[in-house]
């Protein structure tokens, strides 16, 4: 298992002022899917054809096992890279679109029939060998670019925005088919996206990217629940945003005292509380720390569960949002009053603004 570091890497293009890769250092654990994540235009591709070999960096490095790769070929990095649009060959059918780069190790025939087989059944793609591009599904054609790809046991397998031109049953499936093969293969593998659902489903670790520049890296829940400032926590849906004073082991807002469970988040002073929609909890009753009044503004029925806005008693605060299971509907209707538990565990701080902007 091949363990990826990036190491300052930064790429300037031209006169552009703005780097579109900014002093990027990250570690990607061997044998492990790690997402790079962030909007379009955020230097997630431009990182991903640096590690492929198909962009020079401007500075830093790039590791693989401690060593520099730098001044290897592309083709000879073992880093194969997955575009967003496939680019199958054309004129060639599935089996030797599959086949290509083992051909051009010169494997015997014999071994190149035997691992094509193999790869399509791996990818789910038995019989199709004899089709054409043109005669595939969208969805189908993805998997032969994976298959063409893992043929050649590749030490890092670079996938560019992978499910984005996809329907959305197509997408599960695919997501699903990656996820298994990157397990049974033990591949490190690097995923670009912009969707935060897909990089929380597929991924061990998430590095987030705004502007060329790494933000946060962790796990998935640490993005949901210990979001390192307001701008990733409103990237990952977070909207209940209470500004206040942490003093000790408790925030006072302007709808009371809250006691936290991680006081040592940050240091006292001004700070912003935040708890996710799904972690607050409507109670018919207040409970003796953690509760405050409120009053349904609207709800929406989603099936398994409902989405409520509630207005509090603090008018300088927008509604706050909570999801309930879907039987809280009939319970709390719109216009009831009501009281929402903040539970410790689920509170977490992020600095404060200065002028709009996070402290």
Known sequence: MTELVLVGLNKQYGNQRAAAVADLSLTMPGGRITALLGPSGCGKTTALKMIAGLLPPTSGDILFNGRSILSIPAEKRGAVLVFQNHLLFPTMNVFDNVAFGLKMRGEPKAIIRQRVEEMLALVKLSGYGHRQPHQL???????????????????????????????????????????TLQRQLGITTVVVTHDQEEAVILADYIALIFDGRLQQVGTPDDFYERPSSLPIARFFGGVNFIPGIKQDGQVQTGLGAFRLAFPHALPDGPVNLTIRPENV???????????????????????????????????????????????????????????????????????????????
């Open 137 to 179: 599904s969208g969805g189908q054609k993805q998997r032969v670019a994976l298959a063409r790809a893992l043929i050649i046991e590749p030490n890092v397998l670079l996938l560019d925005e992978p499910l984005s031109n996809l329907d959305a049953h197509l997408r599960q499936e695919m997501r699903d088919l990656i996820f």
């Open 281 to 359: 909890q409507l109670r018919h009753c207040p409970e003796p720390e953690n509760s405050i009044s409120g009053q349904v503004l609207n709800r929406v029925y989603a099936g398994t569960h409902t989405r409520f806005k509630i207005v509090t008693t603090d008018p300088t605060l927008p509604p706050l949002e909570l999801v309930a299971d879907a039987a809280a509907l009939r319970q709390f209707p719109d216009g009831q009053a009501l009281y929402l538990y903040f539970p410790p565990p689920h509170i977490w701080l992020l600095p404060a603004e200065k002028n709009g902007a996070p402290a």
